[in-house]
């Protein structure tokens, strides 16, 4: 079997973190059959089109960068175009070196899955969507326009399966009316290299973990450290590292400094490879996530994986991941709250069965297990 993922989100050479879940999942399925992937992305820094490709794992990446300035109504007609005229291109990329993909595979709606749809009236292969974006959630709801939501529920009704990564989210799809007959819930995916045994460092004092993409209004990191100060207003045995960057990270790091946290208690490390985070979390002694919304967070099923107890709100589809045998959940907004369980985790991380967390983790967030998953509805899509 032969499948073509395209996507709305992908690594690509000016941000290498975007969409990553989206490359696991090709190279979870790849396990099982032939992956390709086509993936188009603007550019405002060239004047023609450019054709790059890669291959990691079992994985080959086609990826189309295209012109894109868009400072008048002109130029943001000729950006659509291009944009239509780079998956072309790549399309014939691909026939070029033999590729004709058997099936479909969209991630991120909604033009992306407006792509395939039209792929398929041309062609005939068959689509299915995997749906991550959590702007369908009652916190979020960036979900609007007229037209925008016509075109989703058709490419919706028209796909094969939709794979929404949480129960949360396939619930707040239908809510939206977005109709399909064979929803199925397919979790993200984390590294084999996750599941590693790795020897914890002895240490006098904790050692806590926070990772994301320093989005304040997502992630809410000032909440989380005006948690963390009050609870080193009563003990100091802790460190707390934060991994990661984003839009926020310089405000967010100056914000630390005005809470006035002793010498050495906290620590922001800046972006780090996907080896590098699973090193953080295998030395770390339980995770912390303090967001205002979420979808199904792929650090929360990595920090599982790592057998680690997490501390997290309770958001989009998070508790169904989190429960008493491998966490805490709290009220998102609630500081008196995840200080509490931030005390209370310092004192019993340790009660927590690591094996079992991670045993569990593997059943659910392996590439073997989910790309088993993901193949298995493939041949259900070919066979209606």
Known sequence: MTVLFISAWYPNRYDEMAGLFVRKHAQAVSQFCEVEVLYIHPSTDISRFEISTNKIANVNETIVYFPAKSN????????????????YKGWQHLKRNGFVPDILH???????????????LITGIPYVLTEHWSRYLPLRNSYHGFIRKKTTKMVAAKAEAIFPVSENLKNAMILHDIKNQNYKVINNTVDNFFFEENIKDKSRIAQVLHVSCFDEQAKNLKGLLNAFKAVSESREDFKLTLVGTGIDFESIHNYALNLNFPEGMIEFTGEKMPAQVAEYMQQSDFFVLFSNYENSPVVISESLACGKPVISSNVGGISEHINSSNGILIAPLDEEALAESISYMLDHYGDYKSDEIQSVAKSKFSMEAVGKEIYDQY?????R
């Open 72 to 87: 008048n109504i002109a130029q943001k007609l000729i950006k659509q175009l291009n944009y239509l005229t780079a998956y």
């Open 379 to 383: 041949l259900k899509a070919l066979k």
């Open 106 to 120: 969209a991630n991120v709606l909604t033009r992306t899955g407006l792509m395939a749809f039209l792929i398929k």
